[in-house]
């Protein structure tokens, strides 16, 4: 299927799944790394009797895992139907 592009919108097709895949990467690095380093401060917030630092170790972060993953699918189907190349 990517036959059917030339050199400058296989390039234009790279640079947009490229940009998706940092955000994802970059927004998985934030849930599973970096809101973790702050849970004695969100230990002071409570959800449903639990502290947050907690909640977010136990429940956030995988939550967050499966939206990244849902989103990554949606929108790079969203650019493979953009230029063409979509599987049926």
């Known amino acids: ?31 599973g790394f970096f809101v973790q380093l702050f849970a004695v401060q969100l230990n002071e917030i409570v959800i449903f009797g639990f502290p947050m630092g907690f909640y977010m170790a136990a429940q956030g972060s995988l939550i967050a895992f499966v939206v990244l993953c849902a989103w990554n699918a949606v929108a790079q189907n969203r650019i493979d139907e953009e230029f063409g190349v979509h599987e049926d």
Request: aromatic letters at 22%; a positive charge; charged letters at 25%.
């Open 1 to 31: 299927m990517a036959e059917k592009l030339d050199a400058a919108q296989m390039q234009r097709y790279w640079r947009r799944t490229s940009r998706l895949m940092w955000t994802i990467f970059g927004l998985w690095i934030f849930f």
